[in-house]
């Protein structure tokens, strides 16, 4: 018996993404809401499905990319070959919003030139309504725009622990974040309960910087993340600074405020 083959059908997926807890450093598909929509109509969304093997989230096909998923053209057609993620607001024709229906994360908006050959990662930070995980460090508080007298809204704090890379945490609209970290090395003496270390702690906001796409979503996370550095009033009617230190104690919550204040006031550059 002969075969002969009379057609070949290919289908491409424009886009999959992975979600990273940046906290536990793993993937997290459990209760996330995915939407994707063209960056010119944010009124109907197309909603990505989990895979059940493995655990990315994609989209069979999208507005406007129907040739693609067909094999009729490439993805250099739709966006240039070299465009980096720094420069991909440029050509963006898509925009990712992540919604976390426990709200253990904070929701995530990625402007996107689409469609993708690759798996797009994506961090998902902490909310400040996520409860602490057990044997991790915790830091939380509430970021001011002094000059303004608002909320640092999609603010960021960078807290670099002693011998340790920079831990980042990113404040909701309301200025609100919270952090975890482990606990740096102990000590070569002493108990552990009464250990503290050093840490020192900065913060990212400029408005001029944040990408905002919609009034119903946070800016664009990469814009978030790009923020020029701020001033931090240590104390009140002190001279801003570009980072401060704080005590960490073992197991013990760390509340980063001005001092005599209950929040952490600062300034944009």
Known sequence: MTFHLRETIIRRAPLAVRCIDVVRDQPVSN???????????????????????????????????????????DASAYCSPN????????????VLLIQDKQQRFLPATLVLCLPKTHVVPVDLHSSPARSPIAGMASIYGEIWDAS???????????????????????????????????????????????????????????????LDVSPRMPPDMRSILNQGTANIHDVPDGDGKTSIERSLLYQTPLVLRTENENRLMIEPQ
């Open 148 to 210: 303004a007298d608002a909320p640092a809204a999609w603010s960021v704090v960078r807290v670099t622990p002693p011998s340790n890379n920079p831990v980042r945490a990113i404040a909701d609209a309301r200025g609100m974040f919270q952090m975890m970290l482990p606990h740096p090395g102990p000590k070569k003496s002493g108990v552990l309960h009464e250990m503290k270390w050093v840490i020192t702690c900065e913060v990212l906001y400029k408005l001029d910087d944040q």
């Open 31 to 73: 209760d996330l809401h995915l939407e994707v929509y063209l960056r010119d109509h944010l009124t109907q969304p197309t909603v990505a499905r989990p895979s059940p093997v493995s655990g990315f989230f994609g989209v069979r096909t999208l507005p406007e990319l129907r040739d693609y998923v067909t094999n009729a053209k």
């Open 83 to 94: 465009l980096s993620p720094e420069d991909e607001h440029q050509e963006a024709n898509f």
